[in-house]
């Protein structure tokens, strides 16, 4: 049966663990078999956007048209696949089927939203600009351009004269884009050209335009190359044909040829040459980006042109970490993870059950993170994460299924946090109250406790701990921590919430200065303040140090917190000077960043352009828009030159800018590296005055960069002892690109500590480091953590080292010596106060004076576990001393200090024992100064207390014996007489009449009777009885009185000898009191009193307690008159040998052939015990023979 309940057992726990497994398979069976794609039909044209759907029936499907409900018509009908059927395409003013459509599928575990699906009508625009007349020279280049609108995209072609131009000659070139090219003009090339743009539905033809040819003259004068057609920056979409135009002009003809500024490779395979130098590159992604470089150059020369553009892919979005399926319990949280990555970057919303989903304080989004906290029943559903930029959109999904538990443990308590250090506090709390054996695992949350938004982080431990360190934080920050308690089918509550302030540290970086004069003698200098992540607290100074490139002497400014420019004047002209900066908080100083180059201004009598205003803006991890203004002036600009390079690195070559410009994205750059970027005007006059300016580009969000941003951490840490209070610690560098600065940081922990201050951290820039001022013999845990840049990694796995033991510090403690001899004394002393010293052994050294003073010690040592030792074959009359000290493998502690063991006075003594010499000794003095007396008197005052106290109790003893003869000279006569009513006996009615009662003693129950009649013995608690002896405790009974034959057992019985038998009566609650006769026979005089036996009172088969049944069965057999005695009386009582015993002989007789009756409850009891004997056990139960 156990077997079978068991098996049972396991049954259920199967069906409950599997449950939310069953519910995650059936809910992966809701999806899409095939979703809708973009479609691009004609007007009045049939379209069908298919849609099938997979799941456990029902599954419904539905239609929405850029959001809203499609409801099924004539016009739109649904097929039953799912799929979305339109007979005729409509595109008027009033109504036209154009628009974004998706198809909702649902079941019973929740609804599903597909893809987006363009539907566009095709059609043509007119055009944006139509080509326009050229004149070019005999032998050089016309060029024409037109531009149109087009769904889908158009094809471009030309015609001459109205015809179809021909392109079997080299010379002419049609790109992609629409450009015509016309290399080597001849005089028969002049004409009128137009465009032609053509797609599925519309075909548009633009003006004409005349190219007229003049005649050269003569050879052509050397000139260098120019570049009147280059490249333009251009954004395409994936997989699409790029066009980088490049036409060049000189004498002689250049070679042009095509580079990217980040000096990658071009893409061989997909990228071509069209015509004299156009670069084509077919079905671009991502890799493509960046910026080209176009570069005419004199054949045999070293003159050249540079014409640069940046290429930008868009990519659809594409969803690189998907949210995973979770089963959480009620009171619980969820989070839900999504990343996605297209070009731009993709927006990430949620959907609930094909709906967005509402936002409040229970359910936040974090960035790209969905956190459901407090989970709810109606939280239940499938969670679809949709990521879209302008090329497309892409959707996953996820359910969250609600566990519902009521044996949810109670919420955590007495939660306590405690600052480590600026980026480290210490959280402890207390376990539930209720069902805490039953929890698993807790999860702490924390969040910034400023500002709105802020996203909530969650770390998960075991249940074996109640501490936790979170060293993940942000300086001078404050955060609010709670913790959850979770079972395995449920969570508790939320604690109570703590909130805990980070320490201050350095900042984190310095800020980008912008440098610029505004004349030959100064540098204004300007910086925008440092973001909170960034200076890690509050700002209390910035420190400017400045210098010339030639000269090592360096001059710093201090300047108040609260500034952002300062102006250096009083500079020399024309002279490079380096400058950096560096801020501080109440920690102390950041590490100062690397030197910034800026020329200060020739002094020039001409009026030249000032520096612009400059402005830079990341654009994204790999690109940055540099934006400037100039002040109005009467110096005319010609242009811009712009430089830039990266920190430590050579400069770029210099853009040059048009004067119309006032913007240009610098591309190609590296995620999170400084730049450095200049820009200047350029004038007749010669160049304006120049800024300086540095950014840091960001971070990307794309998997290889986030892989990057999180460095791994170091690896191979290995610890060794220096000696008992130091360890150095070593490890390995991972593998990380070269030439990047990194940090480390060393966190130390005693094992099993609770205690913040117990925790210490180190900073080092090398891959080692020795820690210090450490407890000796503790055990240790070390970890180590990587920093490059802003970026940290994970913490290194745990290494575990135990500190060298370190020889006592300190010496024993409370060290007394005791003379217990003339020739002994006992030492003893405590361990030293030092709990993490082992001590193997005690060195003990004691001397006479005389031995002292000649420097002759006696050493004795004990085991480290000892605190005692005898000192033996000590001389008698001479004082000792004796020191102490703790030892062990490492060393030997510092001795304690000397304590002196005096002699007794006199010197006559009777043996070696102290207690029979002829003098009194004194007491001993101890170290202490204290008077204690020595083990031989302590044993006398013991036993002669002991013999005192039992002299006492005896004579209490006897004087409580007598004083009971004193009170009653005569004996107390007591009469059993019968009670009027079912319970009869003897028994005290009222609390009043007990205060006559002289003594109380037991009387033997029935238990310990012997039913045999003629038995010589009567057994009690302390075993056989000598009759003998019974009959000389109640001689009382054998005196000779005159009564009537009929009562005369019941007389017998009823005699009192005071000091010899006791009665006691014991009353039950709610029993009946005695008549009133009864109490005046029981309360009576003390003399002898001859009590009436009341009719009806019969003898019991228990000890005299009453039984109504046999009282009525022997009534009508023997005479109510006639009474036995109690029998414990025993035979040998009887007053004469010829008194008749027959009564008490058959009521034997008759008890014995009767089946024992237990008596009532409320029955009362008659106990009595012989003097000397055990009292008798207090029972109701008879026992038979």
């Known amino acids: 049966m156990a077997k079978f309940k068991m098996k049972s057992h396991w049954k259920c726990l199967l069906f409950v663990l599997f449950l939310p497994l069953t519910g995650v398979l059936c809910f992966s069976e809701l999806s899409f078999i095939t979703e809708p794609s973009d479609v691009t039909a004609l007007e009045q044209d049939p379209v069908v956007l298919d849609c099938q759907a997979h799941g456990q029936p029902p599954v419904t499907i539905k239609w929405l048209k850029n959001g809203v409900k499609l409801v099924e018509s004539e016009h739109i009908q649904l097929l039953p696949n799912g799929s979305l059927f339109i007979p005729k395409i409509k595109h008027t003013a009033e109504e036209s089927d154009e628009g974004f459509y998706q198809c909702l599928s649902q079941n019973k575990y929740g609804a599903i939203l597909s893809q987006r699906s363009h539907l566009t009508i095709a059609s043509i625009s007119e055009f944006i600009f139509h080509p326009v007349p050229v004149a070019a020279t005999e032998g050089l280049v016309a060029r024409f351009s037109c531009a149109v609108t087009s769904t ?12 179809t131009l021909p392109l079997q000659t080299d010379r002419i070139t049609v790109l992609p884009n629409g450009v015509l090219q016309i290399y080597n003009v001849q005089l028969e090339d002049a004409g009128h050209y137009r465009c032609v743009a053509t797609n599925i539905g519309s075909r548009l033809k633009s003006r004409e335009a005349t190219l007229t040819v003049d005649q050269g003259a003569g050879p052509k004068p050397r000139q260098r190359p120019r570049i009147i057609a280059g490249p333009q920056n251009v954004t395409v979409s994936l997989h699409q044909t790029v066009v980088l135009e490049c036409v060049a002009t000189g004498t002689p003809w250049p070679i042009v040829s095509w580079s990217r500024a980040d000096s990658k490779p071009i893409d061989v395979y997909n990228a071509k040459v069209m015509g004299n130098g156009n670069l084509i590159i077919a079905d671009v992604s991502s890799k493509h980006s960046g910026v080209y470089l176009c570069r005419a150059t004199t054949p045999g020369t070293r003159n050249h042109t540079v014409a640069a553009a940046n290429l930008t892919v868009q990519v659809p979005p594409t969803i690189i970490e998907r949210p995973e399926s979770q089963t959480r319990p009620r009171a619980g949280t969820a989070r839900f993870m999504c990343q996605a990555e297209g070009m731009p970057p993709p927006r990430i919303s949620w959907l609930k059950n094909g709906e967005e989903v509402h936002l409040n304080g229970r359910i936040k989004m974090y960035s790209s993170k969905l956190v459901i906290t407090q989970i709810i029943p109606e939280d239940d559903a499938i969670y679809q994460c949709l990521a879209e930029n302008e090329q497309g959109s ?58 709105l938004n802020n996203e909530e982080y969650q770390v998960v431990i075991g249940n074996d701990t109640t501490s936790y360190i979170i060293d993940d934080l942000e300086p001078a920050r404050n955060y609010s921590f709670y913790i959850v308690a979770y079972m395995p089918m449920g969570a508790s509550r939320m604690s109570d919430q703590v909130s805990q302030h980070t320490l201050e540290d350095v900042p984190l970086r310095t800020p980008e200065l912008s440098l610029a004069s505004h004349s030959s003698t100064d540098i204004q200098v300007s910086w925008q303040p440092l973001p909170a992540k960034v200076s890690r607290g509050r700002l209390s100074a910035y420190r400017l140090s400045y210098r010339t490139a030639a000269d090592s002497t360096v001059t710093s400014v201090e300047i108040p917190e609260n500034s952002t420019d300062h102006l250096l004047d009083h500079l020399q002209p024309d002279t490079i000077y380096l400058l950096r900066m560096a801020a501080a908080t109440r920690v102390g100083w950041c590490e100062p960043p690397a030197w910034t180059s800026h020329r200060t201004p020739k002094n020039s009598s001409s009026k030249v352009p000032s520096a612009p205003i400059l402005h830079l803006e990341p654009l994204n991890c790999t690109s940055i828009v540099v934006r400037w203004q100039t002040s109005p002036e009467s110096v005319a600009v010609e242009g811009y030159r712009l430089c830039y390079h990266e920190e430590s690195q050579p400069e770029q070559p210099a853009i040059q800018l048009q004067a119309v410009i006032y913007a240009h994205t610098i591309g190609g750059l590296d995620p999170r590296r400084k730049y450095h970027v200049k820009l200047l005007a350029v004038s007749q006059a010669g160049d304006g005055f120049q800024t300086d300016q540095t950014i840091t580009t960001p971070g990307c969000v794309s998997a290889k960069d986030q892989l990057s941003a999180s460095p791994p951490p170091p690896d191979h840490l290995t610890v060794s002892a220096s000696n008992s209070s130091a360890v150095s610690l070593r490890w390995s560098r991972p593998a990380l690109p070269s030439g990047k600065a990194v940090s480390y940081t060393v966190r130390c922990t005693p094992v099993g500590t609770h205690n913040a201050s117990a925790i210490r951290y180190l900073q080092t820039t090398t891959q080692s480091v020795k820690v210090q001022t450490l407890y000796s013999n503790t055990r240790y845990e070390f970890v180590v953590r990587l920093h490059v840049g802003q970026v940290s990694s994970s913490w290194s796995s745990v290494v575990y080292h135990r500190t060298l033991p370190a020889a006592p510090s300190r010496p024993p403690g409370g060290v007394r010596a005791t003379l217990i001899e003339d020739d002994t004394a006992l030492v003893s002393w405590r361990e030293p106060s030092e709990p993490s010293v082992v001590v193997e052994h005690y060195t003990i050294l004691y001397a006479s004076q005389k031995a002292w003073l000649a420097g002759r010690w006696q050493t004795m040592q004990k085991e480290g576990s000892h605190t005692m030792a005898l000192l033996e074959k000590l001389e008698p009359g001479n004082s000792y001393l004796v020191k102490i000290s703790a030892c062990n493998q490492v060393g030997d502690g510092p001795f304690s200090d000397i304590v002196e063991l005096r002699p007794k006075h006199g010197n006559n003594y009777r043996s070696k024992n102290p207690r029979h010499s002829d003098n009194v000794p004194d007491p001993i003095v101890f170290s202490d100064g204290r008077y204690h007396i020595d083990q031989t008197s302590m044993t006398g005052i013991i036993v002669g207390v002991s013999i005192a106290l039992a002299c006492i109790v005896m004579c209490a003893l006897i004087l409580i014996s007598k004083g009971g003869s004193r009170k009653s000279s005569n004996h107390k006569v007591i009469a059993v007489g019968a009670a009027e009513g079912p319970h009869s006996g003897l028994a005290a009615s009222s609390e009043r009449f007990t205060e006559n009662v002289e003594a109380l003693a037991p009387m033997m129950g029935a238990p310990f009777i012997d039913a045999k009649a003629g038995s010589d013995i009567i057994i009690n608690c302390a075993g056989p009885v000598n009759s003998k002896r019974q009959s000389r405790r109640w001689a009382l009974f054998k005196s000779s009185v005159t009564t009537p034959s009929g009562i005369d057992a019941e007389r017998r019985a009823s005699l009192y000898e005071p000091g010899n038998t006791v009665l006691r009566y014991e009353e039950y609650l709610h029993s009946a009191p005695l008549p009133h006769s009864s109490r005046d026979i029981i309360y009576g005089p003390s003399h002898s009193e001859i009590s009436h036996a009341s009719e009806g009172s019969q003898e019991t088969g228990d000890s005299g307690q009453y039984s109504n049944e046999e009282s009525n069965e022997e009534m009508s057999n023997r005479s109510t008159s006639q009474s036995s005695r109690p029998e414990s009386f025993g035979p040998d009582d009887i007053t004469s040998a010829d008194e008749p015993q027959q009564p008490f002989q058959m009521g034997n007789k008759e008890m014995q052939g009767r089946p024992l009756r237990r008596p009532s409850l409320n029955a009362p009891r008659l106990c009595c015990s012989s003097e000397g004997s055990q009292p008798a056990l207090h029972t109701s139960q008879a026992v038979s023979s």
Request: proline share 6%; hydrophobic share 45%.
């Open 152 to 163: 889908p995209t158009a094809t471009i072609t030309w015609e001459f004269n109205q015809n």
């Open 394 to 451: 892409v959707l996953s999904l996820a359910r969250l299924i609600v566990v519902m538990s009521e044996d949810r443990p109670s919420a955590p308590r007495n939660i306590h946090a405690e600052t480590i250090s600026s980026s480290a506090i210490l959280l402890a709390w207390g376990k539930p109250l209720y069902n805490a054996d039953k929890v698993i695992a807790y999860s702490i949350h924390y969040m910034k406790a400023e500002g």
